[in-house]
């Protein structure tokens, strides 16, 4: 079977997210609650904007409401639990071949917005990567050395790159 082009690009952002959760998941509550400047609010704050960000972005490609609302006040955990059920999705989408040009539409009082399928998957990775810069940025306001979550690191980490020494 060959694989999307998206297929790297959706898995780094959805281990990456994995990796950044489970870094900081012990961190204490305020922690977890202090806004950092220049950054979207606070790492939980963010988290759960990125991940209801998610769920909203894959109302184009299935039926249903999102998982999860903008407002929803959830933990880390449940947090990444969500993020496991979005990537089943993203990954079974992607495993379909979508046409990258087709219109998805969305809605709103008054406005109609178009763009193309491929687009909208660019933004979710967009997305992601700009909130886990954030996040990461919050966790050295903190003190707190951040993981490495660049796609060197998923390759390496999920055997997708391989060094060569001659």
Do not use: K
């Amino acid at each position: 079977m060959t694989a999307s082009l998206l297929d790297d690009a959706m898995a780094h952002h959805l281990w990456a997210t994995e990796v950044l959760i489970d870094a900081c998941v012990e961190l204490p509550p305020e922690a977890l609650s202090t806004p950092a400047p220049g950054t979207y609010g606070s790492i939980l704050d963010t988290f759960r904007h990125m991940v209801a960000s998610d769920c909203f972005y894959l109302t184009f490609f299935r039926e249903g409401p999102p998982r999860v609302d903008d407002g929803a006040e959830l933990g880390l955990e449940e947090l990444r639990s969500v993020m496991a059920a979005n990537g089943r999705d993203w990954m079974e989408l992607l495993g379909r071949v979508p046409d990258g040009e087709a219109d998805t539409v969305e809605q709103g009082d008054g406005w109609t917005f178009h763009a193309p399928t491929g687009f909208r998957l660019a933004q979710v990775v967009h997305h992601g990567t700009d909130h886990r810069s954030q996040i990461c940025t919050a966790l050295t306001s903190l003190g707190v050395e951040p993981p490495v979550i660049d796609l060197w690191a998923y390759g390496e980490a999920t055997g997708r790159t391989r060094p060569e020494y001659t």
